[in-house]
Nanobody, 123 residues
Framework: QLQLVESGGGLVQPGGSLRLSCAAS????????IGWFRQAPGKEREGVSC????????NYADSVKGRFTISRDNAKNTVYLQMNSLKPEDTAIYYC????????????????WGQGTQVTVSS
């Protein structure tokens, strides 16, 4: 009943852009901190970005700072990840996750997870 659904992934050339969406159903995201994570084949899951429920604070992994932007539209019950200047090393399955509260916690504390969307950056 409580679901997060990612969309917007696909195949893009290096230097290109994608915008990922994380849409919630069964609950409202207004009071949830949202994180984006990614996992490449053979690698551990890593945090990409996080936006607090208040929307007043965001954070990014060093590898994506200056290239990715996280935002939220509570009216649409959706969180976005704008990804610019994509690199082959950005290739991964991207997941969004929600945690009740106004803080970006460690990944294991997030309450709800989507099924992921594939992002492939290749020439």
């Amino acid at each position: 009943q409580l679901q997060l659904v990612e969309s917007g992934g696909g195949l893009v050339q290096p230097g290109g852009s994608l915008r990922l969406s994380c849409a919630a159903s069964g609950f409202t995201l207004d009071y949830y901190t949202i994180g984006w994570f990614r996992q490449a084949p053979g690698k551990e899951r890593e945090g990409v970005s996080c936006i607090r429920s208040s929307g007043g604070s965001t954070n990014y992994a060093d590898s994506v700072k200056g290239r990715f932007t996280i935002s939220r539209d509570n009216a649409k019950n959706t969180v976005y990840l704008q990804m610019n200047s994509l690199k082959p090393e950005d290739t991964a399955i991207y997941y969004c996750a929600a945690d009740f509260g106004d803080f970006c916690p460690p990944s294991y504390l997030f309450d709800y997870w989507g099924q992921g969307t594939q992002v492939t950056v290749s020439s």
